[in-house]
């Protein structure tokens, strides 16, 4: 029975070919993540092991860990920079440094900023006798205008060793040489990295005398852990002395912790590829299983079980499942060496290790081969219960089951999953909306496709009206083929369905997004101009001032701001804390709400907390709270709740309690309003402004509406990602309606036929072949973006929290969704209509 | 040596002056469809088989012509050659005055459309469309009028009218093929092809039909031509080819049931040409 099972995909190899592909498409997106994960990780952990090489750490019991690359950490209590001597002094230490770290912006010889997309940019002290990193040319910094630059930085600068260039440090550009070239072990992923002097380092990044950390060197002949012991007897009360391999162990973890995240948002996507792939496949193998019902009903005839016709089919399954994976594992692969070869040219180095690895060769082989049985699996039975005197009759009739059940199952999991959305949407404050409404629309798609073989119909034949009016019979008997089996319809439509729900809730939430975000900047910041950077850099505080003497100014205020850990009843978060001048209360800015009198108790010392933060923690006006900074540590009452999106700090101080509790130099600044005095020229202003902010390279001049299209440039970033990643599935879907096409061309070949000897041309055909791929292509995407709009729709009112106020339903994207599925209809119907067409008008009417 | 078979009314002898394309329908006034030593080969080599070996026939205007002859004597690639669905390996073909051997997919096309019915033997209609649907769709794909008064006198002499709106699954045998007749004759075509019509039916549907194309050709002058292994279907035209081994060897008129079954016995004895 498997030999049979082979020659029916040997033999009828073009009809596996879409499976193949789908298959193929759904693995190389899951094997490429894992691939994409092992490089990125590998990539990590070589920066980590050669970044963090010391034998020993002293540093603060919580934290992100001394060198901290990845984050940027909060600015709680560190350790004193005083201890480094007494560590110094301690038996079997070769040596300690100081883990300075702080943001930079180095000025590049085409005089711009030298930045690769996302990678951090930042300075690092340099020591002569510190391992982590070599020399290779030139010499160390030693004093505040020279710099060491690693060497994929001095690469990507286009600078050379003797030039001199511009460091922006903490907002403020300075004039520096390049006095040296210094290598780190390892790629660093693009990372822009200066060395500066220590002192240079101290007085930016370390001014109030503590540091995130003290890495320690041992003798030879000291192990780590004796080094531990010895160090924890000079540490400084508060701090913890871990070993390098603990600390790089931490790190590690954190790392894969990270990449999880992002591993797991992609395998989402791979997940729906292979569902949509799995369409194709059941849809393959139902065709398939029709077709030969009376070889099956033979094979049952002359004695073979149910089981082993069944098998039969399994292992065409398994053969499609086994090549399909194979051939996506290797596309994969392929995949991450063209990601890598592309980040490589965007200056970002990754690690050169090969992602390949057994695991992953085995995890796509077996999700491949699973998904593909999985999907013949139903079909397989059916043709497995044929009874064998089927065989004897002249037309094989396959019953159709009622669809009755169906329809019942769906429309209940439709309204169950719907009535979740709106009670999350009705009640946005209870528990769990988020998660009511994520169930709510989960169940709601599922619900969609179960009904579909009802649905899809229904909608085909009101899409169809037209083409049926005016395109005769051209358009009656598209409409009749595509209607006239509903679940294969419904399968075919399906996979394009799902993609396009997601497609039109990003659509959804995206502009929903972005006007939310012009609603929030319109109302609550009353600015002529903002001055703004990307963080982490910063507007340094001279910036702020030389506005300020400008004419025509009337006010100038920052938005200053710094983590830190903030304790309330008991727990400990990390927290934004803002420094608002009280006047721009009410002027400036104007929160969505503002309880208590928040302006004086912000003149007052007092804080005002987040309304979100508040309630979560319990407080009410008059509790305390008490941040943690690296200068002081102070206990403030609350004299205000208030909730503003475009502020988005959970506590709010005076700029001055800020100062105390953090130094300037830890503060970040990304942004500074700029109030015109009335009658002032504002294009005059501008140009001031712009003369201003030259000098300093990171900071930019807008006005609200550029400064609203900024932010709105970001959203469509993220959603051009989104779009990226669910083109896949569209893709597949598309396939999936070229596969059904041409499976049913086959399988009509003698209708097909009957029509042409009756006088249909071939271009009529091919017309009929075309309209019937449009109207499932619109079919689907119309039910997708019904679905996917409607369910999005709930989304302002379970996160108008978390800024997202207004709905907004962008017709434009949705109108050119549907054109883009007019287009896909039309190529997915290329091959199966030059397929009909060419069908010999005699073997098609006297085929048996 | 072949000897051509003429139509009834005048019996002339075929000269070779009457074989120029564009003189074919002032030759025939009575034909409808004329082969001149029409050949058809199928494969290359061994494999070659001579499925047609050179026909001379003249099929007339007005009549009902059957053609019988055993299984692979070649008498439905005879009919697939005159109607146009296959192209002869030599020889012509003239249909209505046009020389089909010669014309282009597109214009075949055409001349299927406006010219030529059918009725195949099975799987006769498209199973999405309803009766009435599949009566006009050959009118509706040349985008010609349905005349209403020829539908409704086809309909009725078919006896579909209460079954218009039903899909072909939901008919029997004899209705789908009733439907198949009234498709064929409601676009008024020059001349109607019908390959084993009645082949699927029980006696009493194929009396039906056979009935029925025969008052069509009576009644309404319609030209028929049939292709039948059936004695009986047979006796219902006017005249009966019969066909061996890719060769014309006998003809009937008036034909019942009786000397066709003679005819064909006398047949089985006649002497091969290998």
Not at chain 1, 194 to 217: C, K, N, Q, W, Y
Not at chain 1, 225 to 238: D, F, K, N, T
Not at chain 1, 598 to 611: E, I, R
Not at chain 2, 104 to 120: P, V, W
Request: charged share 15%.
């Amino acid at each position: 029975m498997g030999r049979i099972g082979l020659r029916a995909v040997t033999s009828h190899a073009a009809r596996f070919v879409m499976s193949v592909l789908a298959v193929a498409l759904g693995v190389a997106f899951v094997t490429g993540t894992f691939a994409l994960r092992n490089m990125l990780s590998s990539t990590f952990d070589e920066i980590v092991g050669a970044s963090a090489t010391a034998d020993a750490y002293v540093r603060m019991p919580t934290g992100t860990g001394a060198t901290d690359l990845t984050s940027a950490g909060a600015v709680g209590k560190g350790v004193p920079l005083s201890s480094l001597d007494a560590v110094r002094a301690t038996d079997g230490v070769r040596l300690a440094n100081a883990d300075i770290q702080g943001p930079v912006t180095l000025v590049g010889a085409d005089g711009t900023a030298v930045r690769s997309t996302q990678a951090p940019s930042f300075a690092l002290p340099f020591h002569a006798d510190d391992p982590t990193f070599t020399h290779v040319e030139g010499r160390g910094p030693t004093n505040a205008s020279e710099v060491m630059l690693e060497r994929h930085t001095l690469e990507s600068s286009g600078l050379h060793i003797g030039d001199r260039t511009h460091l922006v440090v903490l907002g403020k550009a300075t004039e520096v040489t390049v006095v040296g070239e210094a290598d780190f072990s390892a790629p660093m992923a693009g990372a822009t990295i200066v060395l500066l002097d220590e002192a240079t380092m101290r007085a930016a990044f370390a001014p109030a005398g503590t540091v995130s950390s003290i890495s320690v060197h041992a003798q030879p002949g000291t192990s780590p852990s004796e080094l531990v012991q010895r160090l924890q007897a000079v540490a400084p009360a508060g701090t913890e002395v871990v070993t390098g391999d603990q600390l790089r162990q931490e790190t590690h973890d954190a790392i894969a912790q990270q990449l999880g995240f992002v591993s797991t948002f992609l395998l989402v996507f791979a997940v729906l590829a292979l569902f949509v792939g799995a369409f194709i496949i059941a849809n393959t193998f139902t065709m398939s299983v029709r077709q030969r019902m009376r070889e099956f009903a033979l094979l049952r005839a002359v004695g073979a079980s149910p089981a082993q016709v069944f098998g039969s089919i399994v292992v065409q399954a398994v053969v499609v499942g086994l090549v399909g994976s194979a051939v996506g594992v290797l596309g994969g692969f392929g995949l991450v060496e063209g990601i890598g070869a592309l980040l490589r040219r965007m200056d970002m180095t990754l690690s050169s290790r090969v992602p390949l690895s057994a695991s992953t060769i085995l995890v796509g082989l077996v999700v491949g081969t699973v998904v593909s049985v999985a999907a013949a699996a139903l079909p397989a039975r059916r043709a497995a219960v044929v009874p064998p005197v089927e065989a004897m009759r002249d037309e094989v009739t396959v019953n159709e089951r009622s669809l009755h059940r169906r329809g019942w199952a769906g429309l209940a999991l439709v309204v169950a999953g719907v009535a979740a959305v709106v009670v999350a949407a009705v009640r946005p404050d209870a528990d769990r909306a988020g998660t009511l409404l994520g169930l709510g629309a989960a169940a709601a798609v599922v619900g969609v496709l179960v009904v579909g073989p009802i649905v899809v119909p229904a909608v085909v034949r009101w899409l169809a009206a037209p083409a049926v009016a005016w395109w005769r019979p051209v358009g009656r008997l598209a409409r009749g083929n595509v209607v006239r089996n509903p679940r294969r319809a419904a399968s075919t439509a399906g996979a394009l369905t799902i993609g396009m729900a997601l497609v039109g809730a990003a659509a959804v939430l995206a502009t929903s997004t972005q006007v939310s975000m012009r609603h929030v900047v319109v109302s609550e910041m009353h600015a002529d101009y903002i001055l703004r950077t990307e963080w982490p850099d910063t507007v340094a505080p001279e910036v702020v001032d030389k506005v300020k003497a400008l004419p025509g100014v009337a006010a100038v205020h920052g938005l200053p701001f710094a983590e830190a850990p903030v304790e309330a009843k008991g727990t400990t978060t990390t927290q934004g804390v803002a420094g608002i001048d009280p006047a721009m209360l009410g002027t400036v800015l104007t929160p969505e709400t503002v309880e208590g009198p928040a302006a004086d108790a912000l003149a007052h010392g007092q804080a005002v907390v987040d309304t979100t933060y508040a309630t979560d923690h319990g407080l009410a006006i008059g509790d305390r709270i008490t941040v943690t900074g690296p200068s002081a540590t102070q206990t403030l009452t609350i004299g205000g709740l208030y909730r503003s999106v475009a502020l988005g700090a959970g506590v709010v101080t005076s700029p001055a309690v800020l100062d105390s509790l953090v130094p300037v130099a830890q503060q970040t600044d990304t942004t500074v309003t700029v109030v015109a005095a009335p009658g002032a020229d504002l294009g005059a202003m501008r140009g001031e402004l712009t003369a201003i902010v030259k000098p300093y390279y990171v900071v930019s001049v807008m006005n609200s509406d550029e400064f609203v299209q900024g932010l709105a440039a970001q959203v469509n970033q993220i959603l051009a990602i989104l779009y990226a990643l669910l083109g896949l599935s569209i893709v597949i879907a598309v396939l999936g309606i070229v596969n059904t096409l041409a499976l049913s061309v086959i399988e009509r070949t003698r209708e097909i036929g009957l029509l042409r000897a009756v006088g249909l041309g071939r271009l009529h055909l091919a017309g009929t072949i075309t309209t019937e791929s449009v109207l499932t292509a619109v079919c689907g995407t119309v039910v997708g973006l019904v679905t996917g709009v409607g369910l999005a729709a709930a989304l302002p009112r379970v996160f108008h929290d978390q800024g997202l106020s207004q709905l907004s339903i962008p017709a434009g994207s949705l109108l050119s969704m549907l054109a883009l599925a007019v287009a896909v209809g039309v190529a997915a119907a290329v091959w199966p209509a030059v397929r009909a067409a060419r069908l010999p008008v005699l073997d098609a009417v006297s085929q048996e | 040596m072949h000897h051509p078979v003429g139509p009834r009314h005048d019996g002339r002898v075929t000269t070779t002056a009457e074989l120029d394309p564009a003189r074919a329908a002032d030759a025939h006034p009575y034909a409808i469809a004329s082969a001149r030593g029409l050949t058809k080969v199928y494969g290359s080599g061994e494999a070659q088989v001579h499925a047609l070996r050179g026909i001379d026939v003249d099929l007339a205007r007005g009549e009902l012509t059957a053609i019988m002859g055993p299984s692979g004597s070649g008498k439905s690639t005879l009919m697939h050659c005159l109607a146009g669905l296959d192209r002869p390996s030599g020889g012509s073909v003239v249909v209505d005055g046009l020389e089909v051997s010669s014309l282009s997919e597109r214009r075949l096309t055409k001349l299927r459309r406006t010219r030529i019915g059918f009725i195949f033997q099975a799987f006769n209609l498209v199973p999405t469309l309803t009766a009435a649907e599949n009566i006009t769709l050959p009118l509706d794909i040349a985008r010609r009028p349905v005349d209403r008064g020829l539908f409704d006198e086809v309909v009725d002499a078919v006896g579909l009218r209460d079954r218009l709106n039903h899909k072909p699954a939901e008919l029997s045998g004899g209705q789908q093929q009733r439907v198949a007749c009234a498709r064929a004759l409601v676009a008024r075509p020059s001349v109607i092809f019908a390959d084993e019509p009645t082949g699927n039916l029980d006696s009493h549907a194929s009396g039906e039909v056979l009935a029925f194309l025969r008052r069509s050709v009576d009644l309404l002058g319609q030209s028929v031509v049939m292709v039948t292994h059936d004695p009986r279907a047979a006796s219902y035209a006017h005249r009966v080819l019969f066909l061996a081994d890719g060769e014309l060897v006998a003809e009937l008129t008036s034909p019942t049931q009786s000397s066709v079954l003679a005819t064909l016995a006398q047949l089985d004895g006649f002497p091969k040409e290998k």
